[in-house]
């Protein structure tokens, strides 16, 4: 449970830095001011639309992966496109970048949710899924200071967002696929189980299963 707890933790809070910081960080792109809002907040609603067929298609940890991995791919890509870029389309793609990186953060944390509350035992799943939600708060409360770390230059805020997301990434590789495993409802470890073929009663004799207290025995 403490790996998890770090690892979903630390997840949500990079996605928190990464959603609000590109909302708060629309003021350093190029372009309308209002625009760029409108989209960064509407660019995410696509990739919701779909994210149960993601979810059954591919589960719930690859999907969670995929879309950290491409979201901090797209921000680390700004710095190329910012050195190596022509002038004529070097705001347009790093424009670009930002809003394909919003969406992919937007569905990463949606994904969360489901893949948080599956990760934990029902006894202690609020308290698990309410610690991540802390941390997310604590992310929020980040975002605007990543932003200062470059007031002329919105790149640089755009690289350590995308280095948080892509290190997030990589810390799902540590938890297991929930998809199509039953909910575990106790932290206990669970029982060995066997099978008991138990023969027929002959007449006149009577039978004693020799069976542990301490196992689940299914009769065939």
């Known amino acids: 449970m403490i790996k ?14 990464v959603f609000y910081g590109m909302t708060f960080g629309a003021h350093g792109l190029t372009g309308n001011l209002y625009l760029n809002i409108f989209i960064l907040t509407i660019c995410d609603l696509p990739i919701r639309a779909f994210i149960f067929w993601f979810l059954r298609r591919f589960g719930r940890k690859w999907s969670s992966i995929a879309f ?11 710095v190329i496109i910012k050195n ?4 004529q389309y070097k705001d347009h793609l790093i424009r670009t970048m930002a809003v394909l ?5 937007g569905g990463a944390w949606t994904t969360m949710y489901i893949y948080t509350n599956e990760l934990y035992p029902t006894v202690v799943r609020t308290i698990g899924v309410g ?26 805020p755009f690289v350590t967002m995308g280095c948080f ?12 696929e929930t998809k199509g495993r039953p909910l575990e409802d106790t932290l206990k ?6 099978f ?6 002959e007449e006149g004799r009577t039978f004693e299963a020799n069976i542990p207290e301490t196992e689940t025995v299914a009769f065939l």
């Open 68 to 78: 950290l991995f491409f979201g901090g791919l797209c921000l680390v890509a700004t």
């Open 101 to 105: 990186a919003k969406a992919a953060i």
């Open 165 to 176: 997301i892509i290190i997030s990434a990589a810390c799902l590789f540590l938890l297991p």
């Open 4 to 17: 998890t707890t770090i690892c979903s933790s630390f997840v949500w809070c990079s996605c928190s830095i």
């Open 131 to 156: 610690v991540s939600q802390i941390f997310s708060r604590v992310g929020g409360i980040m975002a605007p200071l990543v932003l200062l770390m470059g007031e002329d230059n919105i790149v640089v």
């Open 84 to 87: 190596t870029a022509d002038a």
């Open 189 to 194: 470890k669970k029982a060995k189980v066997e």
């Open 196 to 201: 008991v073929e138990i023969p027929k009663q």
